[in-house]
């Protein structure tokens, strides 16, 4: 089992409904969890650090569920730009202790 | 404009050629990361450094070197060592261990 599993889409969804998707990860020492944004053939991008009680930003959420071991990211009134791939993030520790996931691909369409 | 600039962001080599990617930053960071990326897997660590003159092994160190000689700057030398060296590669930087990362536009190598 992968430490850190997306499902990598590709996500067709219209322009503007809601999308969400999750995470999973198998180590339960995981301290801290991040979601990432990457367009195609570029480098990631910070979106959202995703803390115990959850955090929006926007038409962002993000939520931790410890019990079950996953993230998840939910985004409302989607955009055309917020077509992307978002790459989740678990650090067990210090930067050199990230896992990242393979990243869920989404494409919002007109 | 503070950032990570890495060059060249094309690069062509024979096989058995060493090549070395460039990585700068100005943004006054302590760490420094090389990340590599391939198509459908997560980004996996090659090397960082938390300091001057001082840098550890990541998950997939085999076949690549770094240096830290400066605050600003971590190049990374893909060897003839490095068997699958065709990828995109990553440099990033975070003020400390546990900042966020911020990453240069990455440098796609090609190896044939």
């Known amino acids: 089992r992968k430490e850190v599993e997306q499902d990598p889409g590709p996500f067709n969804v219209p322009e503007g409904a809601t999308v969400a998707f999750n995470c999973t990860y198998s180590n339960s020492a995981s301290q801290s969890f991040f979601w990432y944004r990457q367009d195609c053939r570029k480098e990631p991008k910070l979106l959202m650090s995703?803390?115990?009680?959850?955090n929006e930003d926007g038409r962002f959420t993000a939520q931790l569920n410890r019990a079950s071991q996953y993230i998840s990211l939910l985004i409302r009134d989607s955009k055309l730009s917020d077509s992307a791939t978002y790459l989740c993030v678990v650090n067990k520790g210090s930067n050199y202790q990230l896992i990242w996931g393979a990243g869920t691909k989404l494409i919002i369409k007109p | 404009d503070g950032g990570i600039t890495q060059s060249p962001k094309y690069l062509f080599r024979k096989e058995g050629q060493n090549v070395t990617l460039s990585c700068e930053q100005n943004?006054?960071?302590?760490?420094m990361y090389w990340y590599r990326q391939d198509p459908g897997q997560g980004l996996r660590l090659i090397y960082y450094?938390?300091?001057?003159?001082?840098?550890q092994k990541g998950d997939i160190a085999e076949g690549y070197s770094v240096s830290r000689e400066k605050k600003e700057s971590f190049p990374l030398t893909v060897t003839s060592a490095q068997k699958n060296p065709t990828a995109f590669y990553l440099c990033a930087s975070s003020m400390q261990a546990n900042s966020p990362l911020h990453f240069g536009n990455g440098t796609r190598l090609t190896v044939t």
């Open positions: 995703v803390y115990s009680s959850g």
């Open positions: 450094s938390q300091i001057v003159n001082d840098f």
């Open positions: 943004l006054n960071h302590d760490a």
